[in-house]
C-alpha cells in the first residue's frame, strides 16, 4: 500500500505537469493563430502509380514555436481539439490551405487540396457555411477542396455529423476517409456517407510485404473502391518495393517519402508545375 500511495502520488504530479503544460500550450496557440507565420502548412503531392502525375496535394499543419522549435501535429493536435479554439484552428487551417490552392489556379495547375479535419469539428453545424464563404473568398471551386476525415466518431453524434458532411458533399467538396481500414467503422460509414476516395493507412502499406492479411485488405479495398467508383491512395510509401507491390494490388495512387516528402508552400509550385508538364 505504502509503495501504492507513492505511485499514485507520482502519477498525479506527473499528470498535474503535463496539463499544467498543455494549458501553457494552448495559450501560445492563440498567439499563434493571431501572429500568421508561426503555424505553417508543409503540402505532399500524392501521384499517379502510372504516370507520376499528381493527383492532390495534402496539406499538414506545423507549428514554428519561437521558443520549442518546430513542433509536429502529434505535439499539439490532441489539446487543440480538446479546446475551445478547435473552429478557429479548423478556419485557419481553411484559410490558408486554400490560399494556397487559389495561388494554383491562377497559375493554371488544376490540383486539388486534402486538409484534415479533426472528427470533432464536424459536430459543428456552421462549418459548411464557413467553407462556403471562405471557398468565395478565396474563388476555389468546392471540388478542388478534398476533406480528409477519420471515422472514429462517437455512435451518439452520427446524426449532426451526417448532416455537416451530407451538407459539404452537396456543395461539391470532396470527401477522403483517411487511415482507412484502421477505424471501428470504416465499412458501415461508407453506407451512409458518399465519399471520393479512401487513403489505405500506411500500417497496411508498411506490412504488406510481410502478411497476408495486410496484402489481402489493400487489395480488398483497392476492388471495392473500383466497384464504388473511388479513388484509392497508398499513403507512407517509403520503397520501390512498396510501389511495384501497390502496382500489383492494383492501387493507382500513392504519397509517401518515396516519390515527395511534405514541402514548404513556396516549394510546391515549382514542383507541381514540373510534373505537370511531363
Ligand atoms: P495523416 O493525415 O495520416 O498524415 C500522414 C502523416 O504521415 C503525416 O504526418 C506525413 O508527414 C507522414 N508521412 C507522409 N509520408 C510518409 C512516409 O512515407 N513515411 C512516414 N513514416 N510518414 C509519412 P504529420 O504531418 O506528422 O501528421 C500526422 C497527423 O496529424 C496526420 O496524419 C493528421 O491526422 C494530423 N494532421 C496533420 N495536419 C493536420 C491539420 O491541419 N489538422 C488536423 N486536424 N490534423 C492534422
Ligand atoms: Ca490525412
Ligand atoms: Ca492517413
Ligand atoms: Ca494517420
Known amino acids: 500500500a505504502k509503495n501504492g500511495g507513492a505511485n499514485v502520488a507520482a502519477y498525479d504530479s506527473a499528470r498535474d505537469a503535463a ?30 502509380l502510372a504516370t507520376g502525375a499528381p493527383t492532390g496535394v495534402e496539406a499538414l499543419i506545423r507549428w514554428r514555436h519561437p521558443r520549442r522549435g518546430l513542433l509536429g501535429p502529434a505535439e499539439f493536435i490532441r489539446p487543440v481539439e480538446n479546446s475551445d479554439q478547435l473552429s478557429t484552428f479548423t478556419r485557419y487551417v481553411l484559410d490558408k490551405a486554400l490560399a494556397v490552392a487559389a495561388g494554383w489556379a491562377r497559375e493554371g495547375l488544376d490540383v486539388p487540396i486534402s486538409v484534415n479535419l479533426s472528427a470533432r469539428s464536424l459536430l459543428d453545424r456552421r462549418l459548411p457555411g464557413e467553407i462556403a464563404d471562405a471557398l468565395r473568398r478565396h474563388q476555389v471551386p468546392a471540388d478542388r477542396l478534398v476533406l480528409e476525415i477519420t471515422e472514429t466518431v462517437v455512435m451518439s453524434e452520427l446524426e449532426v455529423i451526417d448532416q455537416v458532411l451530407t451538407a459539404l458533399r452537396s456543395m461539391g467538396v470532396q470527401l477522403a476517409v483517411d487511415d482507412f481500414g484502421t477505424g471501428f467503422s470504416s465499412l458501415a460509414f461508407l453506407t451512409r456517407i458518399e465519399v471520393d476516395e479512401l487513403k489505405v493507412d500506411r500500417s497496411f502499406v508498411l506490412q504488406m510485404a510481410d502478411s497476408r492479411e495486410a496484402a489481402a485488405i489493400v487489395r480488398y479495398t483497392v476492388g471495392m473502391a473500383n466497384e464504388l467508383g ?49
Open 19 to 48: 496539463s499544467t503544460d498543455q494549458l501553457a500550450l494552448l495559450a501560445e496557440l492563440r498567439e499563434a493563430l493571431q501572429a500568421d507565420d508561426q503555424l505553417v502548412l508543409v503540402l505532399q503531392p500524392a501521384v499517379d
Open 230 to 278: 473511388l479513388r484509392v491512395v497508398a499513403e507512407g510509401v517509403e520503397t520501390a518495393a512498396q510501389r511495384s507491390a501497390l502496382v500489383e494490388l492494383g492501387c493507382t495512387a500513392a504519397q509517401g517519402y518515396h516519390f515527395f516528402k511534405p514541402m514548404p508552400a513556396d516549394k510546391i509550385g515549382a514542383v507541381l508545375g514540373s510534373l505537370a508538364r511531363q
